[in-house]
Every structure is written in C-alpha cells, then in structure tokens.
C-alpha cells in the first residue's frame, strides 16, 4: 500500500502544478455525470493515470471524469477509484480543491475497500491517508516533501462544525428542522462547497457534520459512492466518527449499481450521527 500512497504524493505535487500554472477554464466536453469539465479536471485525471500506469499492483483505474474502467495490469490486486480533482469549480475563486482515492481490492462494493486517501490543494498541500485497523496519518508537505503532522487524526465524540450541504430550498422538513437545531445549540456554519476542504476541517477542527441528503431536485443526492463517499466514509470510520446514509445503514455497506451511483450522505463525530438519526427516524 505504501507504494500507491508514495504514487498519490508524487501526484499531489505533479496537480499542485497545474493547479497554479495552467488554464482554469472549461473544455468543451462533459463528464459521466453530464457535468461540464475544466482543463484542469482533464489535467489532473492524465496525470492520475500516467502515474498509476507504471505501478503494477494497480489492476485497473476508475475515475469520476470518465466513463468505464480502464485495465492497467493483469498482475495487479487493486482497483483504485479516483476524483481528480474534487470542487474544481472553486479553482478560479482560489478556493481549495482537492484530490480523492478509495482502493479496492475484488468487486467494487464498499466493503471491498481497503485504504483511502485524499489530497487538499489550499495554501500548502496536505495529504491523509487510512488503511484498516489504523487511525488516518495527517501530512503537509514542505519542500517537495510531506511530512508526518499526526499519526494518529481522531474526531472527539461531538464538535462545534456543520457543513449542510445540497440547496436549502429543496430540503425535506425533517432535515431542515436538524439542521437548525445544530445551530441552536451553537454549530458554527463551515461549508465553502468544496468536500474535501469541508471534510478535513471537521476532521482536523475536532468534530461536527458534513451533510449532503437527497433533495427534491437530487433525491439519491449529488456525491458519488465509489470517488467521494466511500473513500471519506472509511476515513471517518477510521477516525472514531461515523458515516451513514439517510436510512441509517453505514456509507461503507453501499453497493454500487453503476460506477458513478450517487449517495445521500452524512459523515460527522457520533453525537451528531446519533442526533440525525433521530431526526430521520432511523436506528440508533
Ligand atoms: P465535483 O466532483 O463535480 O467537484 O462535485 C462535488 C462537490 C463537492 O466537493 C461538494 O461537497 C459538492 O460538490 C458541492 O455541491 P453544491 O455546489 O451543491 O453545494
Ligand atoms: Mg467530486
């Protein structure tokens, strides 16, 4: 596994590149999702590839920007499922943006994956990666290099953060009356539309939620299993938080249909999962 982390920090530098020199505008094509792509969401998933291309326990590539799986190597024991580069409409606001892997090793269900990580592009880089069993390892680079910040990242039973996601207008009421109750026992609004910034704040700031439900608009909502949710689902879990869909059933139990299946999805510390449980009427 340490060599697919060591390929993701070469990576990280190689889309940190781009990122500060190339063009942040649209290309003409759109992604699986139907969504308009950006040179850089281009950019970033060519770099992806040609780095795993020459890593043989890599058997195939899956990633948010195209359609299908690609074959790397017959020999190869994981499938690595990527988003190039996460919230890349924030890049030409000088937002930050991110990279996220989940690597699988058999079918690509939840329960197949094996390790995680992402990569935040802000004003330094920083990477977190988890593999079972552990606690994620927090790193930021300096010098061309990353250095170990905490070994051992843990969420506290209940933070202060929330990260409501999805267009409020198409809230249900249930989650609406959640959300404001956060607010009125005094959560702090922390959402700059961006997951991986979002996610790792909460992580890293001791605790609270992220949440982006299903809405009238986008009712199985607009993150995706295998790039997005099952990667942070992982690290959360990691992390002593929980991850949880609006059933209540856990991220990493999902079962994709289709590699680009979305998910309703709400990552946090135990006091907030265990408190939208009860709003949403499902099992603590
Ligand atoms: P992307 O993969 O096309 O960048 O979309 C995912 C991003 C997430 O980073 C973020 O949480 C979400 O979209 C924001 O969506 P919204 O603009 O609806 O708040
Ligand atoms: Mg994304």
Redesign the pocket.
């Known amino acids: 596994m340490q060599t697919i982390f060591n390929t993701i920090k070469e990576i990280a530098f190689k889309i940190d590149h781009a990122i500060q020199t190339e063009d942040l505008g649209y290309c003409d094509s759109s992604n699986s999702?139907g969504?308009d792509q950006l040179k850089l969401d281009v950019k970033s998933d060519y770099i992806i590839e040609e780095a795993f291309k020459d890593v043989t326990l890599v058997k195939s590539l899956v990633s948010?920007e195209k359609e299908g799986v690609l074959h790397l190597h017959d020999e190869g024991k994981y499938t690595i499922c990527y988003?190039p580069?996460?919230?890349?409409?924030l890049a030409d606001v000088n937002l930050s943006v991110g990279s996220i892997f989940g690597i699988y090793e058999g079918e690509l269900i939840g329960e197949n994956l094996v390790a995680s990580a992402y990569v935040v592009y802000g004003p330094r880089i920083e990477l977190m990666t988890a593999v079972k069993g552990e606690k994620p390892k927090h790193y930021r680079a300096l010098d061309g290099f990353f250095n170990l910040v905490c070994k051992e990242v843990a969420l506290n039973e209940k933070g202060k953060l929330n990260a409501p996601?999805?267009?409020q207008q198409n809230w249900c009421d249930y989650h609406k009356s959640f959300v404001d109750d956060l607010f009125d026992e005094g959560y702090r609004l922390r959402?700059s539309?961006?997951?991986?910034p979002?996610l790792h704040q909460i992580l890293l700031k001791g605790g609270g939620i992220f949440s982006?439900p299903g809405t009238s608009d986008v009712p199985h909502g607009?993150?995706?299993q295998l790039f997005?949710v099952i990667p942070f689902a992982f690290i959360y879990e990691q992390a002593g938080g929980q991850a949880i869909n609006n059933k209540g059933m856990r991220l990493m139990e999902l079962i994709p249909s289709h590699p680009h299946d979305t998910s309703p999805c709400f990552f946090g510390s135990n006091y907030e999962i265990n408190k939208m449980k009860d709003a949403y009427g499902v099992k603590a």
């Open positions: 999702s969504e948010e988003d580069l996460d919230g890349s409409s996601g999805g267009t959402y539309g961006g997951m991986v979002d982006y607009k993150l995706r997005e």
